[in-house]
Protein backbone atom coordinates (compact mmCIF):
# COMPACT_ATOMS: atom_id res chain seq x y z
CA UNK A 1 0.00 0.00 0.00
CA UNK A 2 2.97 2.38 0.90
CA UNK A 3 4.97 3.08 -2.25
CA UNK A 4 8.48 3.54 0.00
CA UNK A 5 7.57 0.12 1.96
CA UNK A 6 7.61 2.12 5.00
CA UNK A 7 4.42 1.36 6.49
CA UNK A 8 3.86 4.56 7.13
CA UNK A 9 0.15 5.94 6.39
CA UNK A 10 0.02 6.51 2.36
CA UNK A 11 -0.40 10.38 3.20
CA UNK A 12 2.08 10.88 4.84
CA UNK A 13 4.82 9.35 2.15
CA UNK A 14 2.97 11.02 -0.74
CA UNK A 15 4.96 13.86 -2.00
CA UNK A 16 2.49 15.52 -4.49
CA UNK A 17 -0.44 16.88 -3.08
CA UNK A 18 -2.58 18.65 -5.18
CA UNK A 19 -5.76 20.44 -4.27
CA UNK A 20 -7.66 24.11 -4.62
CA UNK A 21 -6.84 27.54 -4.26
CA UNK A 22 -10.42 29.05 -3.60
CA UNK A 23 -10.06 33.40 -3.63
CA UNK A 24 -13.00 34.34 -1.13
CA UNK A 25 -11.97 38.26 -2.12
CA UNK A 26 -12.59 37.94 -6.08
CA UNK A 27 -15.20 35.30 -6.10
CA UNK A 28 -18.59 36.50 -7.04
CA UNK A 29 -20.72 34.11 -7.04
CA UNK A 30 -21.70 33.22 -10.27
CA UNK A 31 -21.86 29.71 -10.24
CA UNK A 32 -19.69 29.09 -13.11
CA UNK A 33 -17.25 27.06 -11.56
CA UNK A 34 -20.23 24.41 -10.35
CA UNK A 35 -21.71 24.69 -13.69
CA UNK A 36 -18.69 24.08 -15.46
CA UNK A 37 -17.94 20.91 -12.82
CA UNK A 38 -21.17 19.61 -14.02
CA UNK A 39 -20.81 20.00 -17.74
CA UNK A 40 -17.54 18.53 -17.75
CA UNK A 41 -17.84 15.64 -15.38
CA UNK A 42 -21.55 14.81 -16.65
CA UNK A 43 -19.13 13.58 -19.95
CA UNK A 44 -16.19 12.33 -17.85
CA UNK A 45 -15.75 8.28 -18.14
CA UNK A 46 -14.75 9.19 -14.53
CA UNK A 47 -17.91 8.80 -12.40
CA UNK A 48 -20.28 10.11 -15.54
CA UNK A 49 -23.49 10.82 -15.66
CA UNK A 50 -24.03 13.30 -13.00
CA UNK A 51 -27.88 12.23 -12.44
CA UNK A 52 -30.46 14.86 -12.70
CA UNK A 53 -33.36 14.23 -11.33
CA UNK A 54 -37.06 15.91 -12.72
CA UNK A 55 -34.69 17.78 -14.84
CA UNK A 56 -37.51 19.78 -16.53
CA UNK A 57 -39.78 19.12 -13.40
CA UNK A 58 -41.46 21.67 -10.75
CA UNK A 59 -38.27 20.64 -8.65
CA UNK A 60 -35.01 20.00 -10.48
CA UNK A 61 -32.22 18.31 -8.86
CA UNK A 62 -29.19 16.64 -9.03
CA UNK A 63 -25.98 15.24 -8.54
CA UNK A 64 -22.94 18.46 -7.94
CA UNK A 65 -19.53 18.23 -7.48
CA UNK A 66 -19.41 21.98 -6.40
CA UNK A 67 -21.66 23.89 -4.45
CA UNK A 68 -21.39 27.47 -4.12
CA UNK A 69 -23.37 29.20 -1.42
CA UNK A 70 -23.52 32.68 0.26
CA UNK A 71 -23.05 34.15 3.75
CA UNK A 72 -23.66 37.52 5.00
CA UNK A 73 -20.38 38.21 7.86
CA UNK A 74 -21.46 41.13 10.09
CA UNK A 75 -24.36 43.57 10.28
CA UNK A 76 -25.35 45.59 8.25
CA UNK A 77 -23.63 48.65 7.23
CA UNK A 78 -20.50 46.61 8.59
CA UNK A 79 -21.17 43.56 6.69
CA UNK A 80 -19.40 41.68 3.72
CA UNK A 81 -21.27 39.24 1.57
CA UNK A 82 -19.21 35.88 1.33
CA UNK A 83 -19.56 33.74 -1.80
CA UNK A 84 -18.67 30.31 -0.87
CA UNK A 85 -17.72 27.29 -3.32
CA UNK A 86 -17.29 24.20 -1.91
CA UNK A 87 -15.80 20.75 -3.24
CA UNK A 88 -13.89 18.19 -1.85
CA UNK A 89 -10.67 18.86 -0.25
CA UNK A 90 -8.79 16.33 -0.91
CA UNK A 91 -8.06 15.90 3.13
CA UNK A 92 -4.54 14.36 3.78
CA UNK A 93 -6.32 12.35 6.37
CA UNK A 94 -9.70 11.39 4.77
CA UNK A 95 -11.96 9.65 6.85
CA UNK A 96 -14.32 9.01 3.89
CA UNK A 97 -11.64 6.42 2.86
CA UNK A 98 -11.24 5.22 6.42
CA UNK A 99 -14.53 4.78 6.55
CA UNK A 100 -15.30 2.41 3.27
CA UNK A 101 -16.05 -0.88 4.12
CA UNK A 102 -15.53 -1.88 -0.02
CA UNK A 103 -12.64 -0.35 -0.86
CA UNK A 104 -13.93 1.80 -3.47
CA UNK A 105 -13.00 5.38 -2.10
CA UNK A 106 -9.62 5.49 -2.34
CA UNK A 107 -6.70 8.63 -1.63
CA UNK A 108 -4.42 8.46 -5.14
CA UNK A 109 -0.34 8.75 -4.60
CA UNK A 110 -1.07 12.35 -5.75
CA UNK A 111 -3.87 13.21 -3.39
CA UNK A 112 -6.95 13.10 -4.96
CA UNK A 113 -9.56 11.13 -3.55
CA UNK A 114 -11.64 8.52 -5.91
CA UNK A 115 -14.28 6.70 -5.74
CA UNK A 116 -14.25 3.24 -8.08
CA UNK A 117 -17.29 3.63 -9.77
CA UNK A 118 -17.68 -0.76 -10.07
CA UNK A 119 -16.96 -1.30 -6.08
CA UNK A 120 -19.10 1.53 -4.43
CA UNK A 121 -22.68 -0.45 -2.36
CA UNK A 122 -23.74 2.92 -2.10
CA UNK A 123 -23.84 2.77 2.13
CA UNK A 124 -23.76 6.70 2.31
CA UNK A 125 -20.77 5.61 5.35
CA UNK A 126 -18.54 7.96 3.41
CA UNK A 127 -21.02 11.13 3.14
CA UNK A 128 -21.46 10.88 6.61
CA UNK A 129 -17.82 10.63 7.41
CA UNK A 130 -17.18 13.80 5.45
CA UNK A 131 -18.02 16.96 7.33
CA UNK A 132 -18.22 19.04 4.42
CA UNK A 133 -20.27 17.79 1.87
CA UNK A 134 -18.03 16.72 -1.01
CA UNK A 135 -20.10 13.75 -1.41
CA UNK A 136 -23.23 13.15 -3.06
CA UNK A 137 -25.45 9.50 -3.84
CA UNK A 138 -26.11 9.26 -7.30
CA UNK A 139 -29.79 7.45 -6.89
CA UNK A 140 -29.58 6.51 -10.83
CA UNK A 141 -26.45 4.16 -10.10
CA UNK A 142 -26.85 3.92 -6.25
CA UNK A 143 -23.02 5.02 -6.20
CA UNK A 144 -21.21 7.68 -4.33
CA UNK A 145 -20.00 10.43 -6.72
CA UNK A 146 -17.77 13.23 -5.82
CA UNK A 147 -15.34 15.67 -7.08
CA UNK A 148 -12.35 14.13 -9.33
CA UNK A 149 -10.15 17.27 -9.31
CA UNK A 150 -10.69 16.48 -13.10
CA UNK A 151 -8.41 13.72 -12.66
CA UNK A 152 -8.92 13.25 -16.75
CA UNK A 153 -8.22 16.89 -17.81
CA UNK A 154 -5.03 17.74 -15.40
CA UNK A 155 -3.34 14.17 -16.91
CA UNK A 156 -4.73 14.25 -20.23
CA UNK A 157 -1.16 15.21 -22.57
CA UNK A 158 -3.45 15.89 -25.49
CA UNK A 159 -4.74 18.73 -24.18
CA UNK A 160 -2.53 21.99 -24.20
CA UNK A 161 -0.41 22.85 -20.98
CA UNK A 162 -2.33 25.46 -19.99
CA UNK A 163 -5.83 23.64 -20.27
CA UNK A 164 -4.64 20.95 -17.95
CA UNK A 165 -6.99 22.11 -15.05
CA UNK A 166 -9.91 21.01 -13.05
CA UNK A 167 -12.96 22.45 -15.49
CA UNK A 168 -14.10 24.87 -12.33
CA UNK A 169 -10.43 26.96 -12.40
CA UNK A 170 -10.80 27.35 -16.44
CA UNK A 171 -14.49 28.22 -16.22
CA UNK A 172 -13.67 30.60 -13.18
CA UNK A 173 -14.19 34.46 -15.21
CA UNK A 174 -12.56 36.63 -12.00
CA UNK A 175 -9.78 34.36 -11.67
CA UNK A 176 -10.53 33.04 -7.87
CA UNK A 177 -9.82 29.52 -8.35
CA UNK A 178 -6.24 28.02 -8.60
CA UNK A 179 -5.19 24.53 -9.26
CA UNK A 180 -1.56 23.34 -7.72
CA UNK A 181 0.37 21.24 -5.55
CA UNK A 182 0.42 22.26 -1.85
CA UNK A 183 3.84 19.88 -1.68
CA UNK A 184 5.88 22.43 -3.73
CA UNK A 185 6.26 25.29 -1.55
CA UNK A 186 7.56 27.39 -4.81
CA UNK A 187 4.37 26.62 -6.71
CA UNK A 188 1.31 29.28 -7.33
CA UNK A 189 -0.74 27.82 -4.80
CA UNK A 190 1.68 27.43 -1.97
CA UNK A 191 2.60 30.80 -2.55
CA UNK A 192 -0.74 32.40 -2.88
CA UNK A 193 -1.66 30.33 0.43
CA UNK A 194 1.71 31.58 2.30
CA UNK A 195 1.26 35.44 1.08
CA UNK A 196 -2.98 35.66 1.54
CA UNK A 197 -3.02 34.01 4.72
CA UNK A 198 -4.95 31.15 3.21
CA UNK A 199 -6.65 28.47 5.78
CA UNK A 200 -7.89 25.03 5.37
CA UNK A 201 -11.94 24.45 6.81
CA UNK A 202 -12.30 23.12 10.11
CA UNK A 203 -8.97 22.06 10.84
CA UNK A 204 -9.63 20.91 14.65
CA UNK A 205 -12.26 17.85 12.81
CA UNK A 206 -8.67 16.51 11.92
CA UNK A 207 -8.90 15.60 8.32
CA UNK A 208 -6.12 18.19 7.11
CA UNK A 209 -8.05 19.42 4.68
CA UNK A 210 -5.82 20.68 1.21
CA UNK A 211 -7.81 22.92 -0.54
CA UNK A 212 -7.01 26.54 0.96
CA UNK A 213 -9.72 29.40 1.14
CA UNK A 214 -7.76 33.21 0.18
CA UNK A 215 -9.52 35.63 2.80
CA UNK A 216 -10.70 38.67 1.76
CA UNK A 217 -7.86 41.91 1.68
CA UNK A 218 -7.86 44.73 3.77
CA UNK A 219 -9.10 47.38 1.83
CA UNK A 220 -6.41 49.81 1.33
CA UNK A 221 -7.27 53.78 2.11
CA UNK A 222 -8.11 55.60 -0.48
CA UNK A 223 -5.37 58.33 -1.28
CA UNK A 224 -6.03 61.25 -3.27
CA UNK A 225 -10.00 61.00 -2.80
CA UNK A 226 -10.43 64.51 -3.24
CA UNK A 227 -8.97 64.97 -6.43
CA UNK A 228 -10.96 62.34 -7.78
CA UNK A 229 -13.97 63.39 -6.40
CA UNK A 230 -13.32 67.44 -7.56
CA UNK A 231 -12.31 65.84 -10.96
CA UNK A 232 -15.48 63.72 -11.46
CA UNK A 233 -17.84 66.22 -10.57
CA UNK A 234 -16.18 68.92 -12.84
CA UNK A 235 -16.18 66.04 -15.77
CA UNK A 236 -20.11 65.25 -14.98
CA UNK A 237 -20.85 68.77 -14.96
CA UNK A 238 -19.29 69.81 -17.89
CA UNK A 239 -20.99 66.53 -19.56
CA UNK A 240 -24.75 67.66 -17.78
CA UNK A 241 -25.06 71.21 -18.18
CA UNK A 242 -25.60 71.34 -21.86
CA UNK A 243 -28.49 68.98 -21.44
CA UNK A 244 -29.92 70.43 -18.20
CA UNK A 245 -29.15 74.02 -20.45
CA UNK A 246 -31.72 72.69 -22.81
CA UNK B 1 -29.28 12.72 10.36
CA UNK B 2 -32.35 11.61 8.15
CA UNK B 3 -33.62 8.15 10.54
CA UNK B 4 -33.16 5.52 7.77
CA UNK B 5 -35.65 2.70 8.92
CA UNK B 6 -33.58 0.03 7.70
CA UNK B 7 -30.86 1.13 9.94
CA UNK B 8 -32.99 1.85 13.11
CA UNK B 9 -34.58 -1.32 12.59
CA UNK B 10 -30.97 -3.31 11.92
CA UNK B 11 -29.43 -1.89 15.29
CA UNK B 12 -32.23 -2.49 17.84
CA UNK B 13 -33.08 -6.04 16.16
CA UNK B 14 -29.63 -7.19 15.90
CA UNK B 15 -28.88 -5.38 19.34
CA UNK B 16 -31.15 -7.59 20.65
CA UNK B 17 -29.97 -10.50 19.49
CA UNK B 18 -27.05 -10.13 20.02
CA UNK B 19 -27.19 -9.07 23.56
CA UNK B 20 -29.52 -12.46 24.27
CA UNK B 21 -27.02 -14.65 22.16
CA UNK B 22 -23.98 -13.23 24.89
CA UNK B 23 -26.23 -13.40 27.79
CA UNK B 24 -27.50 -17.04 27.22
CA UNK B 25 -24.15 -18.00 25.94
CA UNK B 26 -22.73 -16.52 29.70
CA UNK B 27 -25.35 -18.51 31.28
CA UNK B 28 -24.47 -21.58 29.58
CA UNK B 29 -20.84 -21.42 30.52
CA UNK B 30 -21.75 -21.04 34.10
CA UNK B 31 -21.28 -23.94 36.95
CA UNK B 32 -24.75 -24.47 37.68
CA UNK B 33 -26.76 -25.27 34.96
CA UNK B 34 -29.34 -22.28 34.86
CA UNK B 35 -31.26 -23.11 32.33
CA UNK B 36 -31.77 -26.07 30.65
CA UNK B 37 -30.31 -27.08 27.10
CA UNK B 38 -33.95 -26.50 25.04
CA UNK B 39 -34.15 -23.57 26.39
CA UNK B 40 -30.97 -22.57 25.62
CA UNK B 41 -31.26 -23.63 21.72
CA UNK B 42 -34.54 -21.76 21.75
CA UNK B 43 -32.61 -18.30 22.97
CA UNK B 44 -30.15 -19.23 20.48
CA UNK B 45 -32.63 -19.95 17.92
CA UNK B 46 -34.17 -16.63 18.71
CA UNK B 47 -31.40 -14.77 18.91
CA UNK B 48 -29.68 -16.06 15.78
CA UNK B 49 -33.08 -14.91 14.05
CA UNK B 50 -33.04 -11.22 15.47
CA UNK B 51 -29.69 -10.71 13.94
CA UNK B 52 -30.84 -12.26 10.42
CA UNK B 53 -33.56 -10.18 10.18
CA UNK B 54 -31.62 -7.39 11.28
CA UNK B 55 -28.84 -7.43 8.89
CA UNK B 56 -30.93 -8.46 5.84
CA UNK B 57 -32.45 -4.90 7.37
CA UNK B 58 -29.58 -3.13 7.06
CA UNK B 59 -28.66 -4.22 3.57
CA UNK B 60 -32.05 -2.18 2.03
CA UNK B 61 -30.18 0.55 3.71
CA UNK B 62 -27.80 0.06 0.43
CA UNK B 63 -28.12 1.49 -3.21
CA UNK B 64 -26.57 -1.16 -5.23
CA UNK B 65 -26.43 -4.48 -2.67
CA UNK B 66 -25.20 -6.42 -5.35
CA UNK B 67 -21.50 -4.51 -4.27
CA UNK B 68 -22.40 -5.96 -0.42
CA UNK B 69 -20.02 -8.63 -0.62
CA UNK B 70 -17.25 -5.82 -1.30
CA UNK B 71 -17.84 -5.14 2.24
CA UNK B 72 -15.44 -7.61 4.07
CA UNK B 73 -12.73 -6.08 1.98
CA UNK B 74 -11.07 -2.54 4.47
CA UNK B 75 -11.44 -5.24 7.69
CA UNK B 76 -7.90 -2.67 8.69
CA UNK B 77 -9.47 0.46 8.60
CA UNK B 78 -13.09 0.57 8.31
CA UNK B 79 -15.54 -0.26 11.36
CA UNK B 80 -18.50 -1.27 8.75
CA UNK B 81 -16.47 -3.97 7.48
CA UNK B 82 -15.24 -5.31 10.60
CA UNK B 83 -19.28 -5.30 11.79
CA UNK B 84 -19.57 -6.95 8.09
CA UNK B 85 -17.12 -9.83 8.83
CA UNK B 86 -17.49 -10.45 12.56
CA UNK B 87 -21.35 -10.60 12.01
CA UNK B 88 -20.80 -13.46 9.65
CA UNK B 89 -18.88 -15.46 11.96
CA UNK B 90 -21.39 -14.54 14.25
CA UNK B 91 -23.47 -16.80 12.33
CA UNK B 92 -21.59 -19.19 11.40
CA UNK B 93 -20.46 -19.82 15.37
CA UNK B 94 -23.97 -19.23 16.67
CA UNK B 95 -25.25 -22.08 13.99
CA UNK B 96 -22.74 -24.68 15.38
CA UNK B 97 -23.70 -23.50 18.95
CA UNK B 98 -27.32 -24.05 18.04
CA UNK B 99 -26.53 -27.53 16.77
CA UNK B 100 -25.12 -28.72 20.04
CA UNK B 101 -27.61 -27.08 21.99
CA UNK B 102 -30.03 -29.08 20.24
CA UNK B 103 -28.17 -32.38 20.39
CA UNK B 104 -28.05 -31.22 23.86
CA UNK B 105 -24.03 -31.92 24.02
CA UNK B 106 -22.46 -31.31 27.11
CA UNK B 107 -18.70 -30.83 26.84
CA UNK B 108 -15.92 -28.59 26.83
CA UNK B 109 -16.36 -28.07 22.78
CA UNK B 110 -20.21 -26.38 23.73
CA UNK B 111 -18.53 -24.34 26.37
CA UNK B 112 -15.62 -23.09 23.90
CA UNK B 113 -18.37 -22.42 21.46
CA UNK B 114 -20.58 -20.17 23.81
CA UNK B 115 -17.23 -18.58 25.13
CA UNK B 116 -16.44 -17.65 21.10
CA UNK B 117 -20.09 -17.06 20.33
CA UNK B 118 -20.04 -14.78 23.35
CA UNK B 119 -16.73 -12.47 22.41
CA UNK B 120 -17.95 -12.47 18.87
CA UNK B 121 -21.23 -11.13 19.78
CA UNK B 122 -19.75 -8.30 21.89
CA UNK B 123 -17.20 -7.69 18.94
CA UNK B 124 -19.88 -7.58 16.50
CA UNK B 125 -21.87 -4.64 18.78
CA UNK B 126 -18.63 -2.70 19.71
CA UNK B 127 -18.17 -3.05 15.48
CA UNK B 128 -21.33 -1.29 14.82
CA UNK B 129 -21.27 1.12 17.31
CA UNK B 130 -17.86 2.16 16.49
CA UNK B 131 -19.73 3.08 13.09
CA UNK B 132 -21.40 5.70 14.55
CA UNK B 133 -19.28 6.69 17.51
CA UNK B 134 -15.82 7.04 15.01
CA UNK B 135 -17.73 9.63 12.38
CA UNK B 136 -16.11 13.03 13.63
CA UNK B 137 -18.33 15.04 11.67
CA UNK B 138 -21.41 13.98 14.13
CA UNK B 139 -20.90 15.53 17.13
CA UNK B 140 -23.62 14.12 19.00
CA UNK B 141 -22.38 9.86 17.50
CA UNK B 142 -18.42 10.61 18.09
CA UNK B 143 -18.70 10.04 22.00
CA UNK B 144 -17.66 7.24 24.25
CA UNK B 145 -21.55 7.07 25.38
CA UNK B 146 -22.48 5.86 21.94
CA UNK B 147 -20.71 2.46 22.69
CA UNK B 148 -21.72 2.57 26.07
CA UNK B 149 -25.64 2.97 25.00
CA UNK B 150 -25.38 0.50 22.12
CA UNK B 151 -23.59 -2.47 24.40
CA UNK B 152 -26.39 -1.83 27.19
CA UNK B 153 -29.29 -1.45 25.33
CA UNK B 154 -28.37 -4.31 23.36
CA UNK B 155 -27.68 -6.73 26.90
CA UNK B 156 -31.27 -4.90 28.34
CA UNK B 157 -33.57 -5.91 25.57
CA UNK B 158 -31.19 -9.22 25.21
CA UNK B 159 -31.60 -9.52 29.36
CA UNK B 160 -35.79 -9.25 29.08
CA UNK B 161 -36.17 -12.04 26.22
CA UNK B 162 -33.33 -14.29 28.34
CA UNK B 163 -36.27 -13.67 31.43
CA UNK B 164 -38.80 -15.08 29.25
CA UNK B 165 -37.43 -18.23 28.89
CA UNK B 166 -36.65 -18.73 31.92
CA UNK B 167 -39.60 -17.94 32.93
CA UNK B 168 -40.73 -20.79 30.63
CA UNK B 169 -38.00 -23.15 31.21
CA UNK B 170 -35.77 -22.59 34.21
CA UNK B 171 -37.01 -23.66 37.80
CA UNK B 172 -35.71 -20.40 39.83
CA UNK B 173 -36.26 -17.68 37.43
CA UNK B 174 -34.94 -15.02 40.34
CA UNK B 175 -31.28 -14.76 39.04
CA UNK B 176 -32.72 -13.35 35.37
CA UNK B 177 -34.93 -11.12 37.05
CA UNK B 178 -31.96 -9.70 38.88
CA UNK B 179 -29.14 -9.31 36.03
CA UNK B 180 -32.38 -8.19 33.32
CA UNK B 181 -33.06 -5.49 36.41
CA UNK B 182 -29.38 -4.22 36.64
CA UNK B 183 -28.73 -3.98 32.81
CA UNK B 184 -32.02 -2.17 32.11
CA UNK B 185 -31.03 0.04 35.39
CA UNK B 186 -27.55 0.78 34.17
CA UNK B 187 -28.64 0.77 30.77
CA UNK B 188 -31.12 3.85 31.51
CA UNK B 189 -29.12 5.79 33.15
CA UNK B 190 -26.55 5.43 30.32
CA UNK B 191 -29.14 6.70 28.16
CA UNK B 192 -30.27 9.68 30.19
CA UNK B 193 -26.47 10.51 30.94
CA UNK B 194 -25.98 10.85 26.93
CA UNK B 195 -29.04 12.88 26.56
CA UNK B 196 -27.39 14.71 28.90
CA UNK B 197 -24.04 15.64 27.59
CA UNK B 198 -26.01 16.26 24.42
CA UNK B 199 -27.42 19.55 25.87
CA UNK B 200 -23.95 21.15 26.08
CA UNK B 201 -23.16 23.92 24.45
CA UNK B 202 -19.37 22.80 22.87
CA UNK B 203 -20.81 22.40 19.09
CA UNK B 204 -19.13 24.15 16.11
CA UNK B 205 -20.38 27.06 14.54
CA UNK B 206 -20.96 28.71 11.70
CA UNK B 207 -18.82 31.26 12.32
CA UNK B 208 -16.08 28.81 12.68
CA UNK B 209 -17.38 26.62 9.47
CA UNK B 210 -16.38 29.59 7.08
CA UNK B 211 -12.83 30.62 8.71
CA UNK B 212 -14.18 34.53 10.55
CA UNK B 213 -11.65 33.71 12.59
CA UNK B 214 -9.13 33.41 9.50
CA UNK B 215 -10.25 36.51 8.14
CA UNK B 216 -13.40 35.71 6.45
CA UNK B 217 -14.64 38.70 7.76
CA UNK B 218 -15.72 42.62 7.18
CA UNK B 219 -12.97 44.93 7.43
CA UNK B 220 -11.21 46.05 10.66
CA UNK B 221 -13.33 43.63 12.89
CA UNK B 222 -12.29 40.70 14.77
CA UNK B 223 -15.38 39.07 15.69
CA UNK B 224 -18.68 38.94 13.32
CA UNK B 225 -21.85 36.87 13.41
CA UNK B 226 -22.75 35.07 10.16
CA UNK B 227 -26.11 34.24 8.46
CA UNK B 228 -26.77 32.50 5.40
CA UNK B 229 -27.49 34.42 2.66
CA UNK B 230 -28.42 32.11 -0.27
CA UNK B 231 -27.95 27.90 0.03
CA UNK B 232 -27.25 28.23 -3.77
CA UNK B 233 -29.77 25.26 -4.92
CA UNK B 234 -33.00 25.74 -5.82
CA UNK B 235 -34.49 22.54 -4.37
CA UNK B 236 -33.73 19.24 -2.38
CA UNK B 237 -30.44 17.76 -2.71
CA UNK B 238 -28.61 14.94 -1.54
CA UNK B 239 -27.10 16.39 1.00
CA UNK B 240 -30.42 18.56 2.30
CA UNK B 241 -32.21 14.76 2.06
CA UNK B 242 -29.78 13.07 4.01
CA UNK B 243 -28.56 15.70 6.88
CA UNK B 244 -31.32 18.28 6.75
CA UNK B 245 -33.55 16.75 9.25
CA UNK B 246 -34.77 18.59 11.62
CA UNK B 247 -36.61 17.21 15.15
CA UNK B 248 -38.83 20.24 17.31
CA UNK B 249 -37.92 20.29 20.73
CA UNK B 250 -41.10 19.16 21.67
CA UNK B 251 -41.27 16.12 19.66
CA UNK B 252 -38.30 15.26 20.79
CA UNK B 253 -39.11 15.35 24.43
CA UNK B 254 -42.62 13.56 23.05
CA UNK B 255 -40.12 10.42 21.46
CA UNK B 256 -38.08 10.50 24.32
CA UNK B 257 -41.09 9.87 26.91
CA UNK B 258 -42.14 7.33 24.51
CA UNK B 259 -38.68 5.17 24.28
CA UNK B 260 -38.65 5.63 28.09
CA UNK B 261 -42.18 4.12 28.59
CA UNK B 262 -42.08 1.27 25.88
CA UNK B 263 -38.20 0.82 26.08
CA UNK B 264 -38.05 0.23 29.47
CA UNK B 265 -41.13 1.03 32.15
CA UNK B 266 -43.48 -1.23 30.85
CA UNK B 267 -40.77 -3.86 30.67
CA UNK B 268 -39.48 -3.53 33.74
CA UNK B 269 -43.20 -3.70 35.90
CA UNK B 270 -42.86 -7.16 34.02
CA UNK B 271 -39.59 -7.80 35.14
CA UNK B 272 -40.65 -7.25 38.75
CA UNK B 273 -44.06 -9.06 38.71
CA UNK B 274 -44.11 -11.84 39.83
CA UNK B 275 -43.48 -15.55 37.85
CA UNK B 276 -46.26 -16.79 35.75
CA UNK B 277 -47.16 -14.58 32.90
CA UNK B 278 -46.00 -16.63 30.37
CA UNK B 279 -48.57 -15.27 27.94
CA UNK B 280 -47.40 -11.18 28.67
CA UNK B 281 -43.51 -12.78 28.21
CA UNK B 282 -43.16 -11.59 24.72
CA UNK B 283 -45.30 -8.51 24.49
CA UNK B 284 -42.41 -7.68 27.22
CA UNK B 285 -39.83 -8.06 24.75
CA UNK B 286 -41.89 -6.85 22.56
CA UNK B 287 -42.59 -3.48 23.88
CA UNK B 288 -38.62 -2.92 24.84
CA UNK B 289 -37.78 -3.44 21.55
CA UNK B 290 -40.21 -0.61 20.08
CA UNK B 291 -39.16 1.34 22.79
CA UNK B 292 -35.97 1.26 21.52
CA UNK B 293 -36.65 1.61 18.02
CA UNK B 294 -37.75 4.81 19.36
CA UNK B 295 -34.49 5.49 21.11
CA UNK B 296 -32.40 4.88 17.93
CA UNK B 297 -34.90 6.90 15.74
CA UNK B 298 -34.50 9.67 18.16
CA UNK B 299 -30.46 8.96 18.06
CA UNK B 300 -30.14 9.81 14.47
CA UNK B 301 -33.07 12.31 13.89
CA UNK B 302 -30.81 14.28 17.18
CA UNK B 303 -27.55 14.42 15.36
CA UNK B 304 -26.72 17.19 13.59
CA UNK B 305 -24.10 16.88 11.20
CA UNK B 306 -21.51 19.22 10.39
CA UNK B 307 -22.44 19.91 7.13
CA UNK B 308 -25.86 21.75 8.36
CA UNK B 309 -23.50 24.70 9.36
CA UNK B 310 -22.95 25.20 5.56
CA UNK B 311 -26.73 25.11 5.16
CA UNK B 312 -27.31 27.95 7.82
CA UNK B 313 -27.20 26.38 10.66
CA UNK B 314 -25.58 28.57 13.61
CA UNK B 315 -24.35 25.90 15.32
CA UNK B 316 -23.79 21.86 15.53
Known sequence: ?246 | MKPSLSIVFFTVSSGAGLGLLALIALVDVWPSRLLPSPAVARGIGLALGLIVAGLASSALHLARPSNAWRAFARFRSSWLSREAVFAAALIVVGLIYLALAIAAVEDALRVSVAVIACALSWTVLVCTAMIYASLKAIRQWHTHWTPLNYLLLAHWSGSVLLLGLARLFASDAAPFAWLAGGIGLTALLAKIGYWWAMNDASGLTLERAIGVREGVRPPGMTVAQARLLDVGHSHRTFLTDEFGFSLARRHATLWRVVAIALGFGLPAMWVVAPAGNGGLMFAAGLFCIMGLLAERWLFFAEARHTVRLYHGDAKT
Open chain 1, 1 to 246: MTPDGSGKPLWRVIKVKLGLVIDLDTCVGCHACAVACKEWNDGSPVSRPLSDYQPFGAEPSGVWFNRVRHYEVGDYPASKTINFPMSCMHCADADCVTVCPTGASYKREDGIVLVDQDKCMGCNLCAWACPYGARELDRSSGTMKKCTLCVDRINDERLPEEERQPACVLACPTHARFFGDFDDPDSQVSRLTAERGGFGLLPELGFAPVNRYLPPREPKPLTGLEDARSLLERGLASLASPLIRR
